[in-house]
């Protein structure tokens, strides 16, 4: 199982992103696929899942409305559009699969909300 973040980067406050998170390993379309973030000094937290077919979603409050999280089977990728960052968004973003009872993490992408 492999998990490959990639898509963050530096944004100013009020900017948009999408992050990918790249899968192989496993049957892509039988898992959720999970975001979280880790902020400087902070615990990571969640922030968002989607299910496998037909791909329901969840999101943490602090991004609702903000943050879409959707899933292309056919390429084997997640994804995690985020809208009117602040800097409090600033953090490293990682996805994050359950799969044969392991939970399996990627790399992490940094992304930096600054003016």
């Known amino acids: 199982v492999q998990l490959v973040e990639s898509g963050g980067g530096l944004v100013q406050p009020g900017g948009s992103l999408r992050l990918s998170c790249e899968a192989s390993g496993f049957t892509f379309s039988d898992y959720a696929i999970n975001w979280f973030r880790q902020g400087p000094g902070k615990e990571r937290e969640w922030v968002a899942t989607?299910?496998?077919?037909?791909?329901?979603?969840a999101y943490a409050d602090a991004v609702k409305g903000r943050f879409t999280i959707s899933r292309d089977n056919a390429k084997n990728t997640a994804y995690l559009q985020m809208r009117g960052l602040s800097r409090e968004d600033t953090a490293v973003y990682y996805c994050s699969a359950r799969v044969r009872r392991n939970d399996w993490w990627g790399q992490g992408t940094q992304v930096t909300v600054s003016s």
């Open positions: 989607i299910s496998s077919v037909p791909g329901s979603t």
